[in-house]
Each structure stands twice: as structure tokens, then as C-alpha cells.
């Protein structure tokens, strides 16, 4: 008998959302890193796995344009290169696990950082520090952030991008595990922004806790 296959969450999510295909293998991937016996090492190992994938599909929704090569055997192959120049930009902490997935696929990538924390007497997301390429707003953005909980974090780093001059349709999020509720929030606020997530959970608790999850994916990445 076939392994069974894992399904697409049964809600809508906004157009401008795309995941990874929900196959076996990334189920699989995701158990794993769910699994709260899973050690340190393997969570790092595995989840690392899941964000390739992201990257790699994020990079599917830049434009390109033709180019035409010559081969060694001496043939021309009519191919494609990416339109502009790219840039990741990780939100701090967790964000920064992101980073090295981003730089193993696109060699010499510029990296900018956002640090939000949520300010304890409004419980909002307040900006204490940025640190981005000068030439950002020339760049397409890949916005790395592993959870999407109720999207306030996302959508303040997507404030600070815009105010440094980064059109919105430039901008493309990637994140290893979503819910519907910060989808949809985010999306409505930003509807050009592009969301690649690995997985959408679907239900967000009182405590803005996305279940079944995984943890806090920071807590689990660095401490042993």
C-alpha cells in the first residue's frame, strides 16, 4: 500500500500565498521538527532542509529575463537570468537561522537585519535596530522570518522596507510555518507582497500560540 499523502489545509488562504507542495517527504521533514523529543542537532538538520526549499522556491517568484549562452560543445542555449539583484533581509532572532540556506544558494547574497520585539506596555511590535544594504530599494527582498503567528512582526518589517524605499511587489516572505489568521492579515494589509510558506497550521490560540506548531522555532534552533 502507498504511504498516505499529506493534504493541503482545508481553508482558503490569499492569491498571493504559495507553499511547497505537500508531498510525503516534507511531511515527514515537518514531524520531525514538531516532535518536541527531536534533539537540537537534528532540528537544526532538518529544518535547515525545509528552508532550501523555501529559498529555492521564493526565488521562483523573481522575474527573470532571456539570456542566450554559448555551451562547451559550442551550441546556444536561449536560457533565463534573474531580472535584478536580490537581497535577504532576517528578522532577529529566529530570522537569522534563515540566512545560511539563503547564502548557500545564492552566492555572495546581501544581508540586512530588523530587530522587533513586542514593547510590553502597548503589546505591539516596536523596531529597536535595523541594519540594511544602501542600496536596498533597488533590490528585490527575500523577508526571512521562520513563524507567522498573528503577522504584527512581519508587517512592522515590511513598514521599515517600504520607508526605506523597497516597492512592495519587491518584497517576498518567506517562512517556515504559517496559520490562516496572520495570512490573512498580513496579505490584506500588503496585498502585492508575495508568501512563501512551508506549512499552514491551522488554528492560533489565546496565547497567539499556532498549534499543533512546533515551539518557539529561536529557542529550539539555539538552545540546547
Known sequence: M????????PFDIPKNVFTLPQTTQ?????TIIRDKTT??????????????????????????VPITVETPTGA?????????????????????AMEEGLRKVCRSVRIGKILIQRDEETVQPKLFYFKLPPDIASRYVLLLDPMLATGRTVMK???????????????VFVNVMS????????????PELKVITGWIDPILNEKSWIIP?????GDRRYCS
Open 157 to 171: 518589517a515590511v513598514e521599515v522596507l517600504l520607508a526605506e524605499g523597497v516597492p512592495e511587489d519587491r518584497i
Open 2 to 9: 502507498s504511504s498516505p499523502q499529506s493534504t493541503p489545509a
Open 26 to 30: 516534507l511531511n515527514a521533514l515537518y
Open 39 to 64: 534533539s537540537r542537532g537534528d532540528f537544526v538538520f532538518y529544518s535547515d532542509r525545509i528552508i532550501r526549499l523555501l529559498v529555492e522556491e521564493g526565488l521562483n517568484h523573481l522575474p527573470v
Open 213 to 217: 506548531g512546533l515551539g518557539d522555532f
Open 179 to 190: 496559520n490562516p489568521v496572520g495570512l490573512n492579515t498580513v496579505c490584506t494589509r500588503f
Open 76 to 96: 546556444s542555449y536561449n536560457g533565463v537570468g534573474f531580472e535584478g539583484r536580490i537581497c535577504g533581509v532576517s528578522i532577529l532572532r529566529a530570522g537569522e
